[in-house]
C-alpha cells in the first residue's frame, strides 16, 4: 500500500511552472529516492508534498487521506517530518533543546526520552554535544542534528532534502549509513540527493526528475545501470 501518492502536482513561482504534473508514490516501509540536475525542482516538490509550498495545482496524499490542503504543522502531525535543505536547526539553542523541539506535538514523557536515548545512541557526536550551542557544531553534526530532531517526532515518512550537501566525504558516507539503518528500522523515507550514486545505492526505487517533469523511474538498482542515468549523473 502507497503511504505517499503525489497526483499531477504542479507548483508555480509568479508565471514560472517549476514543477509541471509529477506523478510519485512512496510504499509504506519504502526508501525512495528522487534525483536530477541542479534546478530540476526536486526540493520544490519535496516543499510541495510536506506542505511547505502550496501546489498550484494537483493532489497529494498519505495513508489514503489528501494532505495538499492542509498546513504545514497539520502534515506533521499526521506523521510526516521534514529536513530541510540547509538543516534550518536553531543555533542559539542547545543540541538537547533542539532535539525536544522536534518532539512539540508529543506529551509522552518516557517516550520522547526513549527518543532522545536513541537519537543519541545513532549519533553519538550528538551525545557527547548536548548541552553546546547548535551553532557552533561543524556542518556534518548539524546535519546529524537536523536528521536527529526530525526523528524526535516519531514519524512514519521522513523526508530529507540533500543530507550531503558540503560535507566531507567521510561524514558523506555516515550519513547514509544512518539512512540505511533508519529505513531498516521501519520509517518510510523520500530521499532528494544530489549525490545520485549513493542514492541509488540506499534505495529501493527512485525518480529522475527533469525540468519539473519526471523523466524516468524504476527500481534503483536499474536505473544505476541505465545508460542514460549513468551519462547524466554517474559520470558515464
Known amino acids: ?13 509568479g508565471g514560472i511552472r517549476a514543477v509541471q504534473g509529477v506523478d510519485l508514490s512512496v510504499a509504506s516501509g519504502e526508501l525512495v529516492c528522487l534525483i ?34 492542509l498546513p504545514a504543522h497539520e502534515h506533521v502531525r499526521l506523521g510526516i517530518a521534514h529536513v530541510p535543505e540547509g538543516r534550518g536547526i536553531f543555533g542559539r539553542l542547545t543540541v538537547r533543546e533542539n532535539l525536544l523541539l522536534g518532539a512539540y506535538l508529543r506529551r509522552d514523557r518516557e517516550g520522547i526520552r526513549r527518543d532522545q536515548e536513541h537519537v543519541y545512541e545513532l549519533f553519538p557526536r550528538l551525545a557527547e554535544r548536548q548541552r553546546q550551542s547548535a551553532g557552533t557544531l561543524s556542518g556534518g553534526e548539524q546535519q546529524m542534528l537536523a536528521i536527529g530532531r526530525a526523528l524526535m517526532a516519531r514519524p512514519r515518512l521522513l523526508l530529507l532534502d540533500e543530507p550531503s550537501m558540503g560535507l566531507a566525504p567521510i561524514l558523506v558516507q555516515k550519513i547514509f549509513e544512518i539512512i540505511r539503518r533508519i ?16 542514492a541509488l545505492e540506499v534505495s529501493d526505487r527512485a525518480y529522475v526528475l527533469e525540468s519539473g517533469r519526471v523523466a524516468l523511474t524504476g527500481p534503483a538498482a536499474e536505473l544505476a545501470n541505465n545508460p542514460q542515468v549513468r551519462a547524466a549523473y554517474l559520470g558515464g
Not at 500500500?1 to 513561482?13: F, H, T
Not at 529505513?183 to 549513493?198: F, I, R, Y
Open 183 to 198: 529505513s531498516k528500522e521501519g520509517v518510510t523515507l523520500l530521499l532528494v540527493e544530489q549525490n545520485a550514486k549513493l
Open 36 to 69: 536530477g540536475a541542479n534546478g530540476a525542482g526536486k526540493t520544490t516538490t519535496l516543499r510541495a508534498l510536506c506542505g511547505m509550498t502550496p501546489a498550484a495545482a494537483g493532489e497529494v496524499w498519505f495513508d489514503g487521506k489528501r494532505i495538499d490542503r
Open 1 to 13: 500500500m502507497n503511504l505517499l501518492e503525489a497526483k499531477q502536482v504542479e507548483v508555480a513561482y
